[in-house]
């Protein structure tokens, strides 16, 4: 969209291999039709700057290919600035990855230092660290701070947006649950039609029991936004059901999510 021609490289056999299978593919398929390459089971082997440009080699199983670029990103992760701080000095423990250690609280094994945040293992999120910071700070001063880590959204930046919360349908059936699953189009909502920005869907899932929202898995137009109301419906414990009568505004994208509900009793 911006000009750019981008070409991405993943080693996993999927892309956003932590989020739901099915919409990670849905985003991926819409990426490309964008225009982008998305090549997967694949590792950037070595990278030379010649003449202004970029030659990265690729290594896809026991197939190498060359590509020339103007610019790589590398994004493998990250990990947690531990070092300088002197925490072996007074004894705070730390694992292989920098990590400090904490308990349920947010305690370190030393009395009187807490840890939060990108320093601790867990999902480098600023909205998760914020939250752990006001929940500790709740604990210092006495009070019961909480961190429900079950309701922890995320959000995968592109365009169209993919957002998720809870369980994805893989997780929900791998730790035994048999699983109700809902979708609606956004191709199908007035409001898109509207903004002219109609792909995507949203995808709920369910205990196919209990009725239990396990997860919430949002493709398309401000899912960053939208996946708001899953993260409150999971955070007090919602059925499918709460969240398919919950009324939603119409003209609205939200009214996409609702009917998504709806449908796990389809």
Request: aromatic share 4%; charged share 20%; net charge negative.
């Given at each position: 969209r911006l000009g750019a021609q981008v070409f991405v490289v993943e080693a996993m056999d999927q892309s956003l291999p932590e989020m739901d299978q099915e919409m990670a593919q849905q985003l991926e398929r819409l990426l490309k039709r964008q225009g982008l390459k998305i090549l997967l089971g694949a590792k950037a082997q070595e990278a030379a700057i010649e003449k202004g440009q970029v030659t990265l080699t690729i290594a896809a199983g026991d197939q190498e290919r060359v590509e020339t670029c103007d610019l790589v990103l590398v994004a493998v992760g990250r990990k947690p600035c531990s070092a300088g701080?002197?925490?072996?000095?007074?004894?705070?423990?730390?694992?292989?990855?920098?990590?400090?250690?904490?308990?349920?609280?947010?305690?370190?094994?030393?009395?009187?230092?807490?840890?939060?945040?990108?320093?601790?293992?867990?999902?480098?999120?600023?909205?998760?660290?914020?939250?752990?910071?006001?929940?500790?700070?709740?604990?210092?001063?006495?009070?019961?701070?909480?961190?429900?880590?079950?309701?922890?959204?995320?959000?995968?930046?592109?365009?169209?947006?993919?957002?998720?919360?809870?369980?994805?349908?893989?997780?929900?059936?791998?730790?035994?649950?048999?699983?109700?699953?809902?979708?609606?189009?956004?191709?199908?909502?007035?409001?898109?039609?509207?903004?002219?920005?109609?792909?995507?869907?949203?995808?709920?899932?369910?205990?196919?029991?209990?009725?239990?929202?396990?997860?919430?898995?949002?493709?398309?137009?401000?899912?960053?936004?939208?996946?708001?109301?899953?993260?409150?419906?999971?955070?007090?414990?919602?059925?499918?059901e709460d969240v398919a009568r919950t009324v939603h505004a119409h003209p609205a994208l939200s009214e996409v999510v609702g009917e998504a509900a709806r449908a796990t009793a389809s």
């Open positions: 701080l002197g925490l072996e000095d007074v004894g705070v423990a730390i694992n292989e990855r920098g990590q400090v250690l904490v308990d349920a609280q947010g305690h370190t094994n030393v009395e009187g230092i807490w840890a939060i945040g990108d320093l601790v293992p867990g999902p480098m999120l600023a909205h998760k660290a914020e939250a752990e910071g006001v929940a500790v700070a709740e604990r210092m001063a006495g009070r019961a701070g909480q961190v429900n880590y079950d309701a922890i959204p995320s959000v995968v930046y592109t365009h169209p947006e993919l957002a998720s919360v809870g369980a994805s349908e893989e997780a929900a059936t791998a730790a035994g649950h048999e699983v109700a699953v809902g979708k609606h189009l956004f191709r199908s909502n007035a409001r898109a039609h509207c903004m002219d920005d109609i792909n995507g869907l949203v995808k709920v899932v369910a205990d196919a029991h209990t009725d239990q929202l396990l997860g919430m898995h949002i493709l398309g137009p401000q899912a960053s936004h939208l996946i708001a109301e899953g993260v409150l419906a999971l955070e007090f414990g919602a059925s499918a």
